[in-house]
């Protein structure tokens, strides 16, 4: 019967070691993960405020391309007010 107590509290001692071990790796194991987790998530964030520079960079791209041919017409429109402005003024000067 002291055999039987001793065998089962020698197997019961050894689970507890296994499963203190056991515990201990997998904390670390844990451990790692969230760090590997972080990682990952400033690796997103910083891809993401990448993205998004690079989208207001082409979006400025665009705009820019908009207002160059905005401007080009505006141009082609103000020269033919001038040209008429300078008719009148060579007409008004002609009857003078």
Not at 1 to 24: A, P
Not at 60 to 73: M, P
């Amino acid at each position: 019967m002291e055999n039987t107590i001793g065998n089962q509290l020698s197997e019961i001692t050894s689970k507890i070691k296994r499963l203190k071990t056991r515990n201990l790796r997998l904390e670390a194991e844990n451990e790692e993960l969230r760090k590997s987790v972080f990682n990952y998530l400033q690796m997103l964030d910083a891809q993401k405020k990448e993205t998004e520079k690079a989208s207001l960079s082409v979006q400025h791209e665009i705009l820019g391309q908009s207002l160059s041919g905005d401007k080009k017409a505006l141009m082609k429109e103000m020269d033919k007010y001038i040209l008429m402005i300078d008719k009148c003024i060579a007409a008004v000067n002609a009857k003078i």
